[in-house]
Nanobody
Framework: VQLQASGGGLVQAGGSLRLSCVVR????????MGWFRQAPGKGREFVGT????????YSGDSVKDRFTISRDNPKNTVYLQMNSLKPEDTAVYYC????????????WGQGTQVTVSS
């Protein structure tokens, strides 16, 4: 299984970006798909997940109501729509796939850089 994340870039505060994660090797609906991020000098942070059943869970107030995770089964792709971006959202964003659910993610994408300027 391979995951390929894309869509990062440089955006001004208040702007939007949509990240994509293409799954190759198995159907995306076979996994719970998570998004994570890692800011410079910080540990990896959970952003949110979309389960195999299509339910979504987000990390909390830092992204709630601004970020949305969705899935396109025919395209085998998961998206992270990010609105009202803030400088503190600057990070490398990763997608990951969990075979059995929970917090054990088995496969990871390569990461895509998001930089939000003030």
């Amino acid at each position: 299984v391979q995951l390929q994340a894309s869509g990062g870039g440089l955006v001004q505060a208040g702007g939007s970006l949509r990240l994509s994660c293409v799954v190759r090797g198995r159907t995306v609906s076979s996994y719970d798909m998570g998004w994570f991020r890692q800011a410079p000098g910080k540990g990896r942070e959970f952003v949110g997940t979309i389960t195999r059943s299509g339910s979504t869970v987000y990390s909390g107030d830092s992204v709630k109501d601004r970020f949305t995770i969705s899935r396109d089964n025919p395209k085998n792709t998961v998206y992270l729509q990010m609105n009202s971006l803030k400088p503190e959202d600057t990070a490398v964003y990763y997608c990951a796939a969990a075979v059995s659910g929970g917090t054990n993610y088995n496969f990871w994408g390569q990461g895509t850089q998001v930089t939000v300027s003030s």
